[in-house]
């Protein structure tokens, strides 16, 4: 536990009534249920203890927190006493003196003493507690110690010394009640009682998931991060929020001077509760690594080497290309990218800049190539584009559906919060083509798995709904009251059809009637029923239809509008939610609101003091297309890496390669800036201010930790790039720009950074209606007033599977890696995921000679990779899975132009492949490789200048 944060020792009472005590002749009221510990704690009197903290259940073996009841026998543990009305409590006299530091002596009499060369000084409960009892000698000298026992350095990140462990059990207890992974014991008792990961491995052989739950629950230096033992005890911390996933954790940057020793998730967080994954808590050091790029650089062609210039320079010569381009081939000739990985500010002003200063609507983003189905569905279904609940309610949630996500890999937080509530009791059922750990892991296992093939996702809920129907498991009532019944009864009759029952079905899915129809009635009858959903629902050629369908069915249950239930996107990266509400669409301004609509229009033009056009703009799509063609001329990307994270990445790349002027703005030379003119240096989470937005619309703080290593915040670029452009901006700070947001878009009416600052976090939609923002969406009734119920014919794929393609391609992501790679294989992570690698079924790769660790070429009909073979039952035959964190890989030189009918979203998750045994590399894999090195030894020369 942190010096950072106060530790009251147990868990808070979540009990409505209250109870008054004496402590030490001091009136405390509290919760019922509360421990003594906490109640005393809360007025300022501190218990001494080890194996308590106010993250883990009270466990009550140290025997350090002993107190005196009156009336009561003996000295009961304050962290296992509940408080009772009229309680009188001692926690300080003579007797209770003596029991701890007889207690305390035990402890040390087993202890090394090297109080002043250990990494924890400082900040050591052990140290500390020896000072709190009057520890001042130890009188026995143990025959048999621990002292010699041997260190475990094996993880990259935190270092064992079983030397330290008191057998508090607190990283134990960690790894189960908050991680939820098991992976460590203590075994022997007694004497021989030791802490060990799963049998007797060393850290990085074990299940353990370096989450850093333990590293965090240790009270002594046995269990600590090689980071504070090289560098020293961190002096102050500054509370920020993740930039990985969408699960938006808060952390607390610990500092020396401006270097981070440590990040460590804050117990406050609403959205992590004091928890972390492998990423957010250790994988930050890509913001220092030496590939950063802190220099502004410009080129005529990426034949040429780069030029290093000063910032002025940078910005007037990008500025200069594209207006020399508008000036040659129009104004729409140029456009721009936003990233999801940018806070809100910095994206609202990427937007602003290309419709007011470059004058057209074309701007587009990341965000629509994994989640922009999620938007178009649940604004077509619900009336708004989010999701409905805060993670907190899948605490109450009885059934819960996950679709084509994998929470433990994608959102690792959230998912250790869900897999809590499954061992308490609720019923999982899982819909995914593959075994993802939830299906069966320690504890946790999915009462149906229903392994679809994939692109059949719309047949599956079209079946589910199918049983809904015509079983009576519709809640008339809610449908009565809240939904269109015109709509409704056109969907009733539509999934009520014979072609959509699960029998029918089953031979397009693969997935047994019999499971299909005791999924529906599991979900359809449970009191709470939650779905969550991921990629594996959006990046289909459907995407939205599935959407729709998933909204149909949690209508059509009453599963909406209150705790526990909902429809519930996990969104991939940190601020898709955010780049999605601040206007990255070519067709809506902020707030979702669609150019076209002419009171909206003028709002912006008179606070942007610009005339804006009304026909939405290109698409990323369109923008490729158009280079090609020769109409697109000019792109300014911030923050996002096209060249690798698109489809037909050859059609990508071809495009790029045919435009006049890329202006990349990034930390690294990442692919896409291999194609680049312009290079602008970004800043990392790390050195800016701003917010985030996470997949439960939470608008979290995102605070300057250190100064931006090139000199500006990503804002202050576009901000730059926007003056010289001619479009005057003139913002101070980022609180400004949040203002302006809050000015123009409905939803965020009531936000501001005081608000934010106030309150830690806040859920939009924040307005006078919800001056505390939203946790719970359509509580009373849907934004669009009435829920509305659409037909969702199933559709079957352009993509098909023949004699010369047989197998189906999906992919997906895996928890050590994140997005494109660029910050996670640039730390330690590389460790678990050094390479990504391609899943087949035994059956298929027996078929085709293929052994474990083999090269495989995969070949689809848009081209040709090659990745080593890792052979498991965790897909299906037929199926073949691999992730694209490595840009070598290749991942989407395979994947089609295929995408979705309503959003453009690429159909990633299907691609018709054969698989086949080979020697060497593809021929892309080969070119790439050259070019690449090509485009180093350029940015090597402009180094050397």
């Known amino acids: 536990m942190s010096k950072f944060e106060k530790d009251f020792g147990t868990p808070a009472s979540q009990c409505d009534q209250l109870v008054t005590l004496e402590i030490d002749g001091f009136k405390a009221t509290v919760p019922a249920g509360t421990s003594v510990m906490r109640a005393a704690s809360s007025i300022g009197i501190e218990i001494p203890k080890l194996c308590a903290t106010d993250s883990l259940e009270p466990f009550g073996s140290c025997r350090l927190c002993l107190v005196q009841v009156e009336g009561g026998r003996g000295y009961p543990a304050s962290c296992t006493t509940p408080c009772a009305d009229g309680m009188k409590i001692t926690t300080q006299n003579d007797k209770l003196a003596d029991l701890r530091r007889g207690v305390m002596e035990l402890y040390i009499s087993d202890h090394p003493l090297d109080c002043l060369t250990c990494s924890s000084n400082g900040d050591c409960e052990l140290q500390d507690m020896a000072g709190a009892v009057g520890l001042r000698e130890v009188r026995y000298n143990p025959v048999k110690t621990h002292l010699k026992a041997e260190k475990d350095n094996s993880n990259p990140y935190f270092s064992f010394d079983p030397s330290k462990c008191i057998v508090c059990s607190r990283c134990v207890r960690a790894c189960e009640e908050t991680q939820g992974t098991f992976a460590l014991t203590l075994d022997g008792r007694g004497f021989d009682s030791k802490v060990s990961p799963s049998q007797n491995q060393a850290f990085m052989d074990s299940e353990c998931v370096s989450c850093g739950a333990c590293v965090q629950a240790c009270p002594t230096a046995t269990l600590m991060e090689k980071s504070v033992i090289e560098h020293g005890q961190p002096e102050h911390a500054v509370v920020t929020t993740c930039a990985y996933c969408g699960v938006g954790c808060s952390f607390r940057a610990e500092m020396k001077g401006d270097k981070v020793i440590r990040m460590v998730p804050d117990k406050d967080g609403k959205a992590n509760h004091g928890h972390s994954c492998v990423k957010g808590r250790f994988a930050f050091g890509y913001a220092t690594h030496k590939d950063r790029i802190t220099k502004p650089m410009i080129r005529k062609s990426i034949k040429d080497p780069w030029q290093e210039v000063s910032w002025e320079e940078a910005i007037n010569y990008a500025a200069s290309e594209l207006k020399r381009i508008q000036a040659n081939y129009g104004k729409d000739a140029v456009g721009g990218i936003t990233s999801s990985r940018c806070t809100n500010e910095e994206t609202y002003l990427v937007q602003k800049l290309i419709r007011a200063g470059f004058g057209n609507n074309n701007v587009d983003t990341c965000a629509r190539v994994c989640h922009s189905p999620t938007g178009y569905g649940l604004k077509q279904t619900f009336g708004e584009s989010s999701g409905t609940q805060n993670f907190d309610s899948v605490m109450q949630a009885d059934v819960i559906m996950v679709i084509g996500a994998n929470p433990t890999d994608g959102h690792p937080v959230f998912g250790s919060q869900m897999k809590k509530r499954l061992r308490q009791g609720a019923k999982l059922i899982v819909a995914d083509p593959r075994e993802i750990d939830l299906v069966k892991s320690p504890h946790v296992k999915a009462s149906h798995h229903l392994k679809l093939r994939p692109s059949t996702n719309v047949a599956l809920i079209n079946a589910l709904g199918h049983v809904v129907v015509t079983e009576g498991l519709v809640d008339e009532a809610f449908v009565q009251e809240r939904c269109d019944i015109v709509s409704f009864n056109k969907w009733k009759n539509f999934v009520a059809e014979e072609h959509n029952s699960p029998e029918a079905s089953e031979a397009i899915t693969g997935v047994p009637a019999a499971d299909v129809r005791a999924a529906a009635r599991q979900y359809a009858q449970a009191r709470n029923g939650a779905i969550y959903y991921g990629l594996g629902v959006t990046e289909h050629s459907q995407g939205s239809t ?39 669409f070519p ?359």
């Open 546 to 584: 599935m959407v729709i369908g998933i909204a149909n069915l949690a209508m059509a249950t009453g599963n909406l509008g209150r705790i526990g239930v909902g429809v519930n996107p996990l969104r991939g990266q940190n601020n898709v939610q955010g780049s999605c509400d601040m206007g990255s």
């Open 587 to 945: 067709h809506e301004f902020p707030g979702y609101r669609h150019v076209s609509d002419t009171a909206t229009r003028q709002l912006f033009e008179q606070n942007w003091g610009v005339t804006l056009e009304s026909e939405p703009g290109l698409r990323i799509p369109n923008m490729f297309d158009a280079a090609l063609d020769g109409s697109f001329r000019g792109l300014y990307v911030e923050g996002e890496d096209i060249a690798q994270s698109d489809p037909d990445i050859k059609h990508v790349h071809a495009a790029l390669r045919a435009m006049e002027c890329v202006i990349v703005q990034d930390l690294f030379l990442n692919e896409t800036a291999k194609f680049a003119h312009v290079f602008l240096p970004g800043s990392s989470f790390l050195e800016k201010n701003g917010t985030f937005t996470n997949a439960e619309r939470r608008i979290s703080p995102v605070r300057q930790v250190m100064a931006p290593l090139a000199g500006y915040q990503d804002w202050e670029v576009t901000q730059l790039l926007s003056n010289a452009m001619g479009y005057p901006m003139n913002y101070s700070h980022p609180s400004e720009i949040m203002d302006e947001i809050a000015r123009l878009t409905p939803s965020f009416t009531g936000v501001s950074y005081e608000k934010i600052d106030q309150m830690g976090s806040v859920q939009w939609p924040c307005n006078d209606e919800a001056p505390e923002g939203t946790p719970t969406m359509h509580e009373h009734e849907f934004l669009r007033g009435k829920g509305r119920f659409m037909v969702t014919e199933y559709v079957q794929t352009q993509e098909r599977t023949n004699q010369q393609f047989p197998l189906i391609l999906t992919t997906g992501r895996i928890l050590s890696q994140y997005n494109v790679g660029a910050q996670t294989r640039r730390t330690d992570n590389v460790a678990w995921h050094a390479e990504d690698r391609l899943e087949i079924h035994p059956h298929d790769a027996e078929d085709r000679g293929i052994n474990d660790g083999d090269w495989v070429g995969i070949k689809s009909r848009a081209g040709e990779t090659v990745l080593r073979a890792l052979i498991t039952d965790r897909v299906q035959p037929g199926v073949v899975y691999t992730t694209f964190h490595f840009p070598e890989s290749g991942a989407n030189v395979i994947t089609t132009d295929n995408s979705d009918w309503a959003t453009n979203c690429p159909e990633y998750k299907v691609t018709a492949v054969q698989v086949s045994k080979v020697s060497q590399t593809s021929e892309w894999q080969r070119s790439y490789q050259d070019f690449t090195e090509e485009q180093l030894q350029l940015l090597d020369k402009a180094s050397q200048h």
